[in-house]
């Protein structure tokens, strides 16, 4: 069975490959090879996960030895693969989510002249991501962490001509190296403190090292986590990168690539357990981002921008629950699960309505679209319900969860911690409704709307261009859209998302199966929230209750505006991001460049100076000495007598000393 | 007193001898020393008996076979087990077989054998009526300009005499650093030096700079090997004898036994450091070490370029052997002594040549400063006194003396109307015209310079660590910054090929015959297999390293 645990990667491998490498021929089946394999890894998946689930709940782990990568005296590093059930999660989540969005992206990339490239980026993803997940030591899941920004970066930039699009696979691209150089120092420090990678033996050396160690080594590791998950101070790239094309949007950047920096997280337990400041920041890095994201989902008109605000929060949740340690793992871990599926359908949703819509983004020109799209609608109000945390389906099961450990956590940090969690709650449930209304109801707002007229000054112009509206609606590109539901191929992955997202929660709760799955390796700790569980949960209800009501008041009851109107300072820097990249840029790039400028004048003059002061004072000594060869016999012999002089005279006075 | 009485004193005074022993030889030991020098006889006598028509084959063909020969004695020898087990002292104690001495015999032959090629190279210099000519004067006693110089000249004369002359030269650096007493290692100094003298003066172009090098060779070379005498005789008074071994034993006091004739002095100190001291000064004036090396850049410039290339390469060789010879068999119990001041004449050899060669614009020349700056990196490897010194030394000989015979080839193969363009100015765009020539030529000067994959960054490794190992880190420190500075001028040189434009008027590159492309083409390869895969030899170097005492 173990020998199974390769075929996982090498299937969407060997598809990238064959698509990439391929060249034209293969572009009327491509993209069916790319599906085809991607379910063929989810196949191998299941098959493994069957065999995991008869296998006694403590020897599940699996491992396979590939071969030894880098040899080198104590520098001992091997590609081996440890499939356990944390593993398994990811491994079920990525295939499964991933071959749902193959089939969808079948229908939305129709038109692309290059959906061949386009799935074989999308396996060479699901071939790094699973790599991320399944390798054994943290150096070659360092490969799978690079191979997914990679994936990331051309996905992103995958409609090239387009400027945006370029900018931000780069941006993206630049933050996330940020965080890799924290997981590289991460990976450095290990080596010098355990003397390995693996994760086995660093996970079990961790009571050896001091904490100070394990502090600065986890500090690295939430670096890294920042950067892949995008959270704050690393988060401007995820806004950003919803310039690719919106499969890649539901896949990477919000079901499992962000998810990353958790599985990191968790991952290390042990190191984190053992380093309780490097815990507290990442409550607090969690606490944080979760806020942002929310606020900023809150002022977005973009439908895709709203949903990438919105995939920061819920990210920050997962977050500040593995900051929590054991008794928040389990929980961010099935929060991670619950979101994939309903972030998923929430993105294919969006999805679907730009491609009835002429690749409008702007919500302020949707309005009213239930009954043009009927099956949208209700997959992606499933998806809604999943996320504000509705009694009964995904989300409600592990966001509560999660508001409770946070709340267990005690003390005054719990009650900020749990506060914050709550707060972030009543948000999400205010920023998804509006999402919700300003699309499916209120006044047809697209009537006699050219669309893709740039009228915000912080919505891109909606030049999405993938081939939908490219061949199917020239005509309607520049006048009215024509609303219609998408083909099958597209709504099918989006009803499988939407009964995810509503049995799911309910499914690993009952019985506290999820617990007893993760045990094993995240190790859990029930937590006792001082107000009582109950309570904690009547809260959540309460808050999500009230967001609703509050948006419903301003979006439901009112008409919105074709034009976004000024706003409060409030909103318009929620639109800003709230100044996150204008902070970079005055502090980052204007501080770069500051910095670069002086040392360029150090160089030139100091360094610069020295060297070229040596070079010419040795071309002096030299033209000087130069002269002492005169050509001369007699000077020579002179020369060579006074050398034999002080040859005899110096041994002598070695002697004398 | 009469006459009479006179006699009865000196026939009372010795005992009527009635017998001298016959010396034990070890022939076969000592063969390939034999081998070469009666080779040399042979090809005097091939100069009276041979017609001048078929000297030059004749020569060329003996020298050949003769230091082939004497290479695969050593080889012999080497495989019979006395470099390591057998080695020993033979020839009544005048000669010592060890590792070293037959690891450095070795790399002489095989410098010879080189250097015999681009000797016999005739394709270079265009045909003088009719006959093809050497690098060497038709007819070296002729005055330059002369009419008998233009009628030797048009007789189609060539100095065959160079092959013979080689080949003593050779026998003489054979025994050099296998000598283990004092006079023999003097003999063998003059044996190699003379013909050498010789060699020098002998330019077909350029003569009178040939002479002037030859005569300034001549004089300073006696200078410096009157000294070398004066201190071996200081040592005899020392220590009552001139073997290596004995002198080894009254330094280190392990003899207590007085020479009558030499009670006055023996055990004298201060004889014991000055005559040390002026033995390593005439090791080190050959070696070109400085204050001894100002002979260097004008005999390198003046004589014929292959005699440069086989005297920069196999003298070094010879020189440092004896010297490694003297400090590590005779002198080591005097080491407190001596290193430091080797210490500061390495580090002024390896700082004065490369800062002198930064400002020369001839590459004979410039080459010659290099070859000082080498001689410092090698004598860093001699101070370590260790094992690991020794191993290094010989090392670094073997990869140096290949390098510095194909960059000499090479000059050899970039002319003007004048002969040789040594200029550097010449050889601007050099890259451009003839990129093969060019990129020889870079592979030498990049291994000269130390640069990785190549046998120059292996041999200075070695070097370097041995000094460090042997607590002579200050010197590793001085050799790093002359490598860099060195760098320079050699990356120079490269540039100025690669980087600049060709002149109108520049050199062109000779097709050379198979000979010299042959010497060329063995340096690259050996400098190439050095530098990429050196173990093997530096093993067999450290299993060379030991000398016998």
Redesign the interface.
């Known amino acids: 069975m173990e020998n199974l645990i390769a075929l996982l990667i090498a299937a969407p491998l060997l598809g990238a490959a064959v698509l990439l490498c391929g060249g034209r021929r293969l572009d009327a089946v491509g993209h069916w090879i790319g599906t085809v394999l991607a379910a063929a890894s989810f196949v191998v998946g299941v098959v493994l996960f069957a065999d995991m689930l008869g296998k006694d709940p403590e020897n599940r782990a699996m491992h396979q030895f590939l071969f030894s990568w880098i040899p080198v005296g104590g520098f001992q590093a091997d590609v081996a693969f440890q499939l356990d059930q944390l593993s398994m999660t990811f491994v079920l989540l990525i295939t499964g989510v991933g071959s749902l969005i193959h089939v969808y992206s079948i229908g939305y990339m129709e038109h692309d002249e290059r959906r061949r490239r386009f799935f074989g980026y999308l396996n060479l993803f699901l071939a790094a991501m699973l790599l991320l997940v399944l390798a054994d030591n943290y150096l070659l899941l360092y490969v799978g962490w690079e191979g997914v920004g990679l994936a990331s970066y051309l996905l992103i930039g995958f409609w090239q001509h387009k400027p945006s699009a370029a900018t931000a696979a780069k941006k993206a691209f630049l933050v996330n190296r940020v965080g890799d150089v924290g997981l590289s120092i991460a990976i450095m420090l290990m080596f010098t403190t355990f003397g390995t990678f693996a994760f086995g033996p660093v996970l079990e050396a961790t009571g050896e090292a001091t904490e100070g160690k394990l502090t600065a080594i986890g500090l690295m590791l939430l670096l890294a986590a920042c950067g892949k998950s995008a959270q704050v101070p690393l988060q401007s790239w995820l806004g950003d990168a919803m310039e690719g094309p919106t499969p890649v949007s539901a896949l990477i950047h919000a079901a499992t690539m962000v998810t990353a920096g958790v599985y990191l997280i968790v991952r290390s337990a042990d190191i984190f357990n053992a380093a309780p400041d490097a815990q507290l920041v990442t409550t607090v890095v969690g606490a944080v981002t979760l806020l942002f994201g929310a606020i900023v989902g809150c002022a977005k008109d973009d439908i895709k921008k709203a949903l990438a605000g919105s995939t920061m929060s819920q990210i920050g949740y997962m977050v500040l629950a593995a900051g929590l340690g054991p008794i928040g793992y389990v929980f961010a871990i099935m929060h991670l699960v619950t979101h994939g599926f309903f972030k998923a359908g929430l993105f294919l949703g969006a999805g679907s309505v730009m491609h009835g819509m002429n690749d409008e983004v702007d919500m302020r020109k949707y309005g009213g679209l239930r009954t043009y799209m009927p099956i949208t609608f209700i997959t992606f109000g499933l998806g809604y319900l999943a996320i504000i945390g509705f009694p009964g389906l995904s989300g409600f099961f592990s966001k509560d969860k999660i508001i409770e450990a946070a709340f267990a956590k005690g003390g005054t940090e719990g009650w900020i911690l749990g506060g914050v969690a709550l707060l972030g709650a009543a948000i999400t449930a205010f920023y998804m409704t509006r999402v919700m209304l300003m699309t499916f109801f209120g006044e047809e707002r697209w009537r006699n709307q050219p669309t893709a007229s740039p009228a915000e000054p912080d919505v891109e112009p909606a030049a999405e261009h993938h081939g939908a509206a490219a061949s199917d609606h020239v005509a309607a590109a520049t006048g009215e859209p024509h609303p219609h539901e998408s083909p099958r191929v597209m709504t099918i992955p989006m009803i499988v998302l939407a009964v995810g997202s509503v049995f799911a929660g309910g499914f690993f709760s009952i019985g506290d199966r999820f617990i007893h799955w993760l045990e094993p390796v995240t190790g859990h700790a029930h937590g006792h929230p001082p107000i009582g569980a109950a309570a904690v949960t009547a809260s959540t209800v309460a808050v999500m209750v009230l967001g609703v009501g509050l948006a419903w008041l301003q979006y439901g009851r009112r008409p919105v505006p074709v034009v976004a109107p000024r706003g409060s300072l409030l909103t318009r820097a929620a639109r800003r991001d709230l100044y996150q990249d204008d902070f970079n840029h005055v502090v980052l790039v204007r501080g770069g460049e500051h910095l670069t400028r002086s040392l360029v004048y150090v160089d030139h003059t100091l360094v610069d100076g020295v060297v070229n002061g040596t070079a010419a004072g040795m071309g002096g000594l030299s033209g000087r000495l130069r002269r002492i060869q005169n050509g001369y016999a007699r000077s020579y012999a002179v020369s060579m007598f006074g050398g034999a002089a002080i040859l005899i005279a110096a041994t002598l006075l070695m002697r004398a000393v | 007193m009469s006459a009479s009485a006179v006699h009865s004193l000196w026939t009372t005074a010795a005992e009527p001898i009635d017998k001298i022993g016959a010396p034990d030889i070890e022939y076969g030991q000592l063969s390939p020393t034999l081998i070469v020098i009666g080779a040399a006889v042979l090809g005097v006598l091939v100069e009276a008996f041979v017609p001048r028509k078929s000297r030059y084959y004749a020569q060329v063909f003996l020298s050949v076979v003769a230091l082939a020969a004497a290479f695969a004695a050593v080889i012999g020898l080497a495989a019979g087990g006395y470099a390591t087990t057998k080695s020993g002292i033979v020839a009544m104690g005048a000669v010592a077989v060890d590792g070293p001495a037959l690891f450095l015999q070795g790399t002489i032959l095989l410098a010879g054998i080189l250097g015999v090629f681009t000797f016999a190279e005739r394709r270079l210099d265009p045909a003088a009526h009719g006959n093809r000519v050497d690098s060497f004067a038709a007819q070296a006693a002729s005055v330059p300009g002369s009419d008998s110089e233009k009628a030797a000249v048009k007789a189609g004369f060539t100095t065959t005499e160079v092959f013979p002359l080689l080949l003593f030269a050779v026998g003489g650096m054979l025994i050099f650093p296998a000598a283990n007493d004092l006079l023999t290692l003097f003999i063998a100094l003059e044996v190699f030096s003379l013909p050498l003298y010789l060699l020098c003066a002998v330019a077909r172009r350029k003569r009178l700079m040939s002479q002037e090098a030859a005569?300034?060779y001549f004089?300073?070379g006696a200078?410096?090997s009157a000294?070398t005498l004066f201190g071996i005789a200081l040592l005899y008074g020392y220590a009552g004898s001139v073997k290596y071994g004995t002198i080894a034993r009254v330094v280190d006091g392990t003899v207590g036994e007085v020479s009558p004739a030499l009670a006055g002095t023996m055990g004298n100190?201060?004889l014991l450091?000055?005559g040390?001291?002026?033995v390593?000064?005439g090791l080190l004036?050959k070696v070109g070490a400085?204050?001894?090396h100002?002979?260097t850049?004008?005999v390198y410039q003046g004589a014929p370029t292959p005699v440069t290339g086989f005297m920069a390469a196999a003298t070094k060789v010879a020189a440092f052997g004896a010297l490694l010879r003297l400090l590590y068999v005779v002198l080591p119990g005097l080491r407190?002594?001596?290193r430091?001041?080797m210490w500061?004449?390495a580090i002024v050899t390896m700082l004065?040549g490369a800062?002198?060669?930064?400002?020369?614009t001839d590459i004979k020349r410039l080459l010659a400063y290099s070859s000082i700056a080498h001689a410092g990196f090698i004598l860093a490897g001699v101070i370590a006194t260790t094992p690991d010194g020794v191993s290094s030394v010989l090392f670094y000989l073997g990869a140096y003396s290949f390098v510095t015979i194909g960059a000499f080839a090479v000059v050899t193969l970039v002319r003007d109307a004048g002969g040789e363009a040594t200029h550097l100015s010449k050889w601007a765009g050099l890259g451009r015209r003839s990129p093969l020539v060019a990129a020889v030529f870079a592979v030498f000067l990049l291994a000269f310079a130390g640069i990785p994959l190549t046998s120059g960054f292996a041999g200075k490794f070695a070097v370097f660590k041995a000094a460090a190992e042997g607590g002579a880190g200050g010197i590793v420190v001085v050799g790093v910054i002359s490598s860099a500075?060195a760098a320079?001028f050699y990356i120079r040189v490269i540039v100025l090929m690669f980087f600049s434009e060709p002149r109108p008027e520049g050199p062109t590159v000779a097709v050379p015959s198979p000979l010299t492309m042959t010497a060329i083409g063995v340096g690259v390869a050996v400098t190439l297999v050095l530098g990429v895969a050196p173990q093997y030899f530096l093993d067999l170097a450290s299993q060379a390293g030991v000398f016998v005492r």
């Open positions: 005569v300034k004089l300073l200078f410096a000294f100190d201060a450091l000055i040390a001291a002026m390593v000064m004036f400085v204050p001894f100002m002979w850049p004008d407190w002594d001596w430091p001041v500061a004449v004065g800062i002198v060669a930064i400002t020369q500075i320079f």
